[in-house]
């Protein structure tokens, strides 16, 4: 299929404002899934994906659909996470297409991942269709939700496509719109394999499955291909298209996404925004490359019972096999004995790390109070990175200590306004700029880290009713007045 002929696209939204079902519809009504067949949330696999109704996981499929203008086109639809903490998923999949369906909920409006969301597909230079979605509701109001797009987002809030993803209400159109608004991929199938790694998992028969965009060249089984940024070569075992299960395919080629095995070992080996290409004819340059997922939040992980250790230690090889944000290294408590500290992205990253391991490896965990990592200048000039205060340096060693900040986005209805103000004030926050939309605002503060991670989004959903939302990016390191506080029980450190 000539690359005119595909389209690569993306769903971003704020939790809940009804991306997975819009995804579901688009599969039934091009029939690549039979309608009778959707139990609801196809692309979200996970168990906890469906019960908290979250994309956790990035997922790609294959749609075909023939347009009215009579055409028949591959749409690659890359499903994305929607929750903050999981913000590097979304820009790896963002790099994989050209165009995005920007989903906002009829009642709710434009929220801080809408925000978070679009800004990152607009640095990704993706072509933005806004859809309004739950039209059905008495609450919408689509009107209102046009003005914040227009306002907010700085898009044509007319050009917004009105539909109700439960209903199937306006789909259609979407589907037309992504053919004739969201441009083809540029590529040259001629030209030497360059290919991106946007995803992978691990599969225990094959090894890691890598999830490919081929930005130009062919790859088929036999090829021997190398990864640019650690030079190892491997033989290429299989390749396909998921179509929603894996398809093999005799050959992928430029524009198109993908899948291929190559009997990886580990996804540390095949990174998230790694460049593939061919040993024998390789390309020139590597795709732009993305940053390392760096963990923000850490926290001890324990077992209660002592037998369970190694099963411990089993568990999370295993979930580190699939999550290459996730890290963890042993260490030892006086108090709890032997477990790990682990790094995670944010605390919903922590929560479904330790469901997981509760649920799949049936364990019984303590959990520390998360943290966050402090940069300590000693009186020597040595620059280090703490995880734990038991490991800060004796106090007169040290010549200040720094913590991370972020600046964090808060939308909410503006009668609630003054009561965020001084939940801000209280978690040590700096006011930076207000916008009204409406009647709602948007407010922006910068936070030390270390001050919402623990019950600052609970706070501020219970004070708004549950109105508000709450976003977040890394901004720096900052000097902080701070000292290390021992607690001692029976004499001893804990």
């Known amino acids: 299929m000539p690359t005119s002929h595909i389209r690569n696209f993306s769903i971003v939204a704020h939790i809940d404002h009804g991306k997975s079902t819009l995804a579901d519809r688009l599969l039934s009504l091009t029939g690549t899934m039979d309608a009778k067949k959707a139990v609801g949330?196809?692309?979200?696999?996970?168990?906890?994906?469906?019960?908290?109704g979250i994309t956790i996981k990035a997922h790609a499929v294959r749609l075909l659909y023939t347009a009215r203008d009579g055409r028949e086109y591959t749409l690659n639809l890359i499903d994305t996470p929607g929750h903050v903490d999981f913000s590097y998923e979304v820009s790896r999949s963002l790099a994989a297409c050209e165009g995005a369906l920007l989903v906002v909920d009829a009642g709710q409006g434009v929220e801080a991942q809408t925000l978070a969301n679009f800004y990152l597909a607009y640095d990704s230079g993706l072509e933005i269709v806004p859809v309004i979605n739950k039209i059905d509701l008495p609450a919408a109001?689509?009107?209102?939700?046009?003005?914040?797009?227009?306002?907010?987002?700085?898009?044509d809030g007319d050009e917004a496509?009105?539909?109700?993803?439960?209903?199937?209400?306006?789909?259609?159109?979407?589907?037309?719109?992504?053919?004739?608004?969201i441009p083809p991929p540029t590529g040259d199938p001629e030209a030497p394999l360059k290919a991106l790694v946007f995803d992978s998992f691990y599969d225990s028969y094959q090894g890691v499955v890598v999830y490919i965009r081929l930005i130009d060249g062919r790859v088929r089984v036999g090829m021997r291909v190398?990864?640019?940024?650690?030079?190892?070569?491997?033989?290429?075992?299989?390749?396909?298209?998921?179509?929603?299960?894996m398809r093999p395919v005799e050959e992928l080629s430029a524009g198109q996404v993908g899948f291929l095995t190559a009997s990886i070992k580990r996804v540390a080996d095949a990174?998230?925004?790694?460049?593939?290409?061919?040993?024998?004819?390789?390309?020139a340059e590597a795709c732009p490359g993305y940053r390392d997922a760096k963990p923000m939040v850490f926290a001890g992980?324990?077992?209660?019972?002592?037998?369970?250790?190694?099963?411990?230690?089993?568990?999370?090889?295993?979930?580190?096999?699939?999550?290459?944000?996730f890290n963890f290294e042993p260490e030892t408590s006086l108090a709890l004995g032997y477990g790990f500290r682990c790094g995670f992205l944010g605390m919903l990253h922590l929560e479904i790390v330790q469901e997981r391991l509760e649920r799949e490896f049936n364990l019984s965990l303590i959990v520390t109070a998360p943290s966050v990592r402090f940069r300590v200048v000693t009186t020597e000039g040595e620059t280090i990175e703490v995880e734990n205060p038991s490991k800060l340096p004796p106090v007169d060693k040290v010549e200040r200590i720094e913590e991370p900040y972020v600046r964090g986005s808060v939308f909410v209805p503006t009668e609630f306004?003054?009561?965020?103000?001084?939940?801000?004030?209280?978690?040590r926050g700096e006011h930076k700029s207000l916008?009204?939309?409406?009647?709602?605002?948007?407010?922006?503060?910068?936070?030390?880290?270390s001050e919402i991670v623990v019950d600052f989004y609970d706070k501020l959903k219970s004070i708004s009713k549950g109105y508000a939302s709450f976003d977040y990016d890394f901004l720096e390191f900052r000097e902080s007045e701070m000292v290390k506080l021992d607690i001692l029980l029976n004499g001893d450190p804990v």
Do not use: W
Request: hydrophobic residues 35%; aromatic residues 6%; negative net charge.
């Open 41 to 52: 949330q196809v692309l979200d696999s996970m168990d906890l994906e469906k019960e908290r």
């Open 141 to 155: 109001d689509v009107e209102g939700t046009r003005a914040q797009i227009t306002e907010a987002l700085g898009l």
């Open 161 to 181: 496509l009105s539909i109700s993803a439960k209903h199937g209400t306006g789909v259609p159109e979407v589907l037309e719109a992504i053919v004739t608004r």
């Open 226 to 245: 190398l990864l640019m940024s650690n030079g190892k070569t491997y033989e290429v075992q299989q390749v396909g298209v998921f179509a929603p299960d």
């Open 271 to 283: 990174k998230m925004g790694e460049t593939i290409t061919d040993v024998l004819r390789p390309t």
């Open 301 to 325: 992980l324990y077992p209660i019972e002592d037998t369970d250790y190694e099963g411990l230690r089993d568990a999370l090889e295993k979930l580190k096999l699939n999550d290459s944000a």
């Open 417 to 427: 306004m003054s009561e965020i103000y001084k939940l801000a004030q209280d978690k």
């Open 435 to 449: 916008e009204y939309l409406g009647k709602r605002c948007h407010i922006q503060f910068d936070f030390p880290l």
